[in-house]
């Protein structure tokens, strides 16, 4: 019987001659419709050999070729990366691409792209020239180098902030011994850790101190002959609280000086702007660290910049220039549309037009305006299938930014009497766009903080749907 059904079903060439699939030869090429038609044929043999496609359903199955074979086509020459709607109130939220970049940043991004440019072509004197003064000389001004010599800095770009400890600490103690405390060695998404990258430097990891008290004795009895470097580094995605201690910057500072060794500090984020502002405290900027002296700072630029992804490198001119030299920094260094999203970011820094960022956007928008659209939203899809109320809620930094502090927010709690609250969000991720919420306490929630204005028409219709398929 199964035999029979085999036999029935049509070949890839008769496929390709019926009218409905010959428009889309047309239209995608045969190579690609030929694949999609083998697909959907492939399927329906494992239907048949399942048992679930018999004679008496294969009629129907058989009209609905043309129809699967488009859709096939879709997900197969369809983009996997795809934009989605994030409604989590994560706003450097790592698994969606952290930063959303600014307007400026996109027109920069398609003006450099489109064309050739002058990213190592130096205009005025007519020769090659450094594709690093596209941000440096913005930075030197951001980062304050051209009033005063104490912080006079120089940055160089690479393409994350990973890559920027591998090359600070490859340039600067590769062969040698780098102080670290116990306390601050973190694992980082994707179970990247500090001494893993430090082992790929060339570096010897020192450790110091104990997993929540070290002190700064500790720091100077490890120093011997051997010793390259001090580092400190951002603990991005935890806090020690309780019994513990850690040397402040300034006495690290204080001890790389006396014994003539350079303080590398892995800032992780690194905010260009104060953060003290909104109330968010002890989250170190990039100006507090060089302002304290240290001497290198790492830095990503898709965090608190708000940036593209990148991992910056500012200190002291002589160790940058170092650093620029290493034949790492040609292996790790980024391309013409990092450069122009970066530059035109950093340009909004020097107008102070911080509104223009997203990322800070969302940072600064008051609870009384998220509550304002949460309550529309409620509005605009009651429904007697999906339960919608407006509820105070936290919103995160993310992206290893503050890992304690919350912004208050105010989050539309879906419940759904016949679904779960999985079985909820499961359609929003499956909507067009996607819709990426959180599930606390056996109810959906979306935080508006982290959903464009523009985008809460979309995720009203999306919603409305989902509660008339409930019906």
């Keep these: 019987m199964k035999t029979e059904l085999y036999r029935e079903l ?27 038609c083998r697909t959907v044929l492939s399927r329906m043999r494992t239907e048949i050999t399942a048992g679930r496609l018999d004679r008496a359903k294969l009629p129907l199955a058989m009209d609905g070729i043309p129809s699967a074979v488009q859709s096939e086509l879709r997900r197969a020459l369809g983009y ?27 027109d920069h991004i398609r003006e450099t792209a489109t064309t050739y440019a002058n990213l190592e072509f130096d205009l005025d004197m007519g020769e090659r020239g450094k594709r ?7 930075l030197r001004k951001l980062l304050g180098a051209e009033e005063s010599p104490h912080t006079a800095v120089s940055t160089i770009v690479v393409n994350n ?23 601050e060695l973190v694992e980082i998404g994707g179970s990247f850790r500090i001494p893993d990258v430090m082992g790929k430097s060339g570096a010897v990891l020192r450790e110091v101190g104990t997993t ?47 014994h003539k060794l350079p303080l590398l500090e892995d800032l992780g984020s690194g905010a260009l702007f104060d953060l003290r502002q909104i109330g968010i405290q002890n989250e170190p900027g990039v100006l507090d660290s060089l302002d304290t002296g240290v001497h290198v700072i790492t830095y990503s630029g898709d965090k608190l910049l708000g940036g593209p992804q990148a991992g910056l490198i500012s200190g002291r001119e002589d160790l940058v220039k170092k650093m620029r030299g290493n034949s790492l920094f040609r292996a790790l260094r980024v391309d013409k549309l990092t450069y122009a999203a970066l530059e035109a970011t950093l340009i909004a820094y020097l107008k102070r037009d911080y ?27 009651a429904s007697a299938n999906l339960n919608a109320e407006a509820m105070e809620s936290t919103s995160l930094l993310g992206g290893g930014s ?20 999985d079985e ?27 959903v464009f204005p523009e985008q809460d028409e979309i995720l009203g219709r999306i919603l409305v749907r989902i509660a008339t398929s409930q019906k």
């Design 355 to 381: 509104e223009t960022l997203p990322a800070l956007r969302m940072i600064q928008t008051p609870q009384s305006e998220i509550m304002r659209r949460a309550e529309v939203l409620v509005k605009n899809i």
């Design 10 to 36: 049509p070949s890839v060439d008769e496929l390709l001659r019926l009218p409905e699939i010959a428009a889309l030869v047309t239209r995608e090429g045969s190579t690609a419709v030929a694949d999609a």
């Design 161 to 183: 902030n990973a890559a920027a400890v591998l090359l600070a600490l490859n340039t600067l103690a590769e062969g040698g011994e780098v102080i670290v405390s116990r306390g």
């Design 80 to 106: 996997s990366l795809r934009g989605v709607i994030n409604a989590t109130g994560v706003i450097l939220h790592t698994n969606l691409g952290r930063a959303p970049l600014a307007a400026s940043a996109i």
């Design 212 to 258: 929540n008290r070290t002190r700064i004795t500790d720091y100077e009895k490890a120093i011997n002959e051997r010793t390259r470097l001090l580092l400190r580094v951002h603990r991005s995605n935890f806090e020690i609280k309780g019994f513990s201690e850690q040397p402040s910057l300034g006495e690290l500072v204080s001890l790389a000086e006396k």
């Design 424 to 450: 909820v969000a499961e359609p929003l991720r499956a909507a067009d766009p996607p819709v990426i919420a959180r599930v606390e306490e056996g109810r959906v929630l979306l935080d508006l903080r982290t």
């Design 402 to 421: 503050a890992p304690s502090a919350t912004l208050p927010t105010t989050a539309v709690a879906l419940t759904c009497y016949s679904l779960s609250a």
């Design 132 to 138: 690093d003064v596209h941000v440096e000389r913005l």
